[in-house]
């Protein structure tokens, strides 16, 4: 199985240390230096967090000299936000529906009094 297939972008916002690296990165690049001076993790586990998150398409590093920066990729995050979609409409529907039969118990028990 190849590293590709492993990883998914749900793998990357599971973790709350990668959900906030990302957070660090969306606005602007940083370098892994400048990301790790935000954690009390040691580098190489930042770095880490860097890998997977490279490996899911959700940040992409650049060389520039000697200093690695890191850029976030946001468009990964569509597959989530399509696959909450679905759960929304579903929910938003049925509380539509419990809407619908409140309001005819409720009109009901008005026209009986």
């Given at each position: 199985m190849?590293?590709?297939?492993?990883r998914?972008?749900?793998q990357a916002?599971?973790?709350?240390?990668?959900?906030?690296i990302?957070n660090?990165i969306?606005?602007?690049?940083m370098?892994?230096?400048a990301?790790a001076?935000?954690?009390?993790i040691s580098r190489?586990?930042?770095s880490q967090h860097?890998?997977i998150l490279?490996?899911c398409?959700?940040v992409?590093?650049?060389?520039?000299?000697?200093?690695r920066?890191c850029?976030a990729r946001l468009d990964?995050?569509?597959?989530?936000?399509a696959?909450v979609e679905?759960?929304?409409?579903?929910?938003?529907?049925?509380f539509?529906?419990?809407?619908?039969?409140?309001?005819?118990?409720?009109?009901?028990?008005?026209?009986?009094q």
């Amino acid at each position: 199985m190849s590293v590709e297939a492993r990883r998914d972008v749900f793998q990357a916002i599971a973790d709350p240390t990668r959900r906030q690296i990302i957070n660090l990165i969306a606005y602007q690049p940083m370098n892994l230096n400048a990301i790790a001076e935000n954690f009390s993790i040691s580098r190489p586990a930042v770095s880490q967090h860097i890998k997977i998150l490279m490996e899911c398409g959700m940040v992409m590093v650049r060389q520039e000299g000697r200093e690695r920066y890191c850029e976030a990729r946001l468009d990964a995050l569509k597959e989530v936000a399509a696959w909450v979609e679905q759960y929304r409409e579903f929910w938003n529907t049925q509380f539509d529906s419990l809407d619908n039969y409140l309001n005819r118990i409720q009109n009901n028990h008005q026209s009986d009094q």
